[in-house]
């Protein structure tokens, strides 16, 4: 029996499409717990491959892109709703509003209710 050899090019298209399928949940999943362990089981890869593709592909590792969309939704529903910062923070899955503003301002360099003064 002989075996095909697939090209790098079909390879490197399957990896970045069972990556945007992972890219498509966290999306649309921010309010749940995303692990790597998990992500990476829904697209069948080991963590390890799933990390080093993550990172090859996007610039940044898991984690950080997480972060960085769930503070993003988090400084639109600020500026988009009412909601108080709880709620939001929850919705974005942080487990706490303590967790929440540090983070917020970390990469904001100012407070949530700052933030949502100053439009």
């Not at 075996?3 to 970045?16: A, F, G, K, R, V």
């Not at 491959?49 to 400084?75: D, K, P």
Request: net charge positive.
């Amino acid at each position: 029996m002989q075996h095909q050899i697939l090209p790098d090019s079909w390879l490197e298209n399957h990896q970045l499409s069972r990556l945007q399928q992972v890219l498509s949940y966290i999306e649309t999943s921010l309010d749940q717990p995303l692990s790597v362990d998990s992500l990476a089981q829904k697209i069948h890869w080991s963590r390890w491959q799933f990390q080093r593709v993550f990172q090859r592909e996007t610039g940044t590792s898991v984690a950080q892109y997480i972060r960085n969309l769930r503070l993003s939704y988090a400084a639109k529903l600020l500026l988009t709703t009412q909601k108080r910062q709880l709620d939001i923070a929850l919705a974005c899955g942080f487990d706490s509003e303590i967790s929440f503003s540090r983070s917020f301002r970390k990469a904001y360099q100012c407070t949530p209710g700052n933030y949502r003064k100053r439009g």
